[in-house]
T-cell receptor, first 112, second 110 residues
């Protein structure tokens, strides 16, 4: 079974803190994705990556950056957390060119 | 990618078939129809996808109309565990991005 794990299930941070959300997949997938999910807005793509050290902006990249130093790991970074980044963050992976994405359980981030 | 339209919510009795419709009237020839679901407090889960022909797997069946402008996801014997938000997504054959809409909240009642 494909497994996508995220470093934390729940996280509380203060405004202005630097926040790292980690995602690891164990199926040697080329693609990895970061989404956020908010009530009434659905899932929105923040960043994605097709390969190591490669990244592409999604629909809402502002305020976020990403890092992919190893194929299995994709990190989402909030350089200076703000309250409007309080959300559920979901990581996913897939084979290159494949629409079958495997999602992690999500990290519910609260910024106070 | 083509836009999809789904009902906001649907109800189904346990043990009965759940038929979830999706309209994608602007779909183009190289776009697939994907279905995912999201059970409360979990990440989305892939269900099935198709291009032109009907598809079936252990979870569901996908019926795509001949003109490909709409499709129906069928859960043949719905259980309480099938209560979830179901997303219909149209995706190009190239690239791996998915655009999730609001989906349909399916509630299976005992």
């Amino acid at each position: 079974d494909v497994k996508v794990t995220q470093s934390s299930r729940y996280l509380v941070k203060r405004t202005g803190e630097k926040v790292f959300l980690e995602c690891v997949q164990d199926m040697d997938h080329e693609n990895m994705f970061w989404y956020r999910q908010d009530p009434g807005l659905g899932l929105r793509l923040i960043y994605f990556s097709y390969d190591v050290k490669m990244k592409e902006k999604g629909d809402i990249p502002e305020g976020y950056s990403v890092s992919r130093e190893k194929k299995e790991r994709f990190s989402l970074i909030l350089e200076s957390a703000s309250t409007n980044q309080t959300s559920m963050y979901l990581c996913a992976s897939s084979l290159f060119g494949d629409g079958e994405q495997y999602f992690g359980p999500g990290t519910r981030l609260t910024v106070t | 990618d083509a836009k999809t339209t789904q009902p906001t919510s649907m109800d189904c009795a346990e043990g009965r078939a759940a038929n979830l419709p999706c309209n994608h009237s602007t779909i183009s020839g190289n776009e697939y129809v994907y279905w995912y679901r999201q059970i409360h407090s979990q990440g989305p889960q892939y269900i099935i996808h198709g291009l032109k022909n009907n598809e079936t797997n252990e979870m569901a069946s996908l019926i795509i109309t001949e003109d490909r402008k709409s499709s129906t996801l069928i859960l043949p014997h719905a259980t309480l565990r099938d209560t979830a938000v179901y997303y219909c997504i149209v995706r190009e054959t190239s690239g791996s991005r998915l655009t999730f809409g609001e989906g349909t909240q399916l509630t299976v009642n005992p």
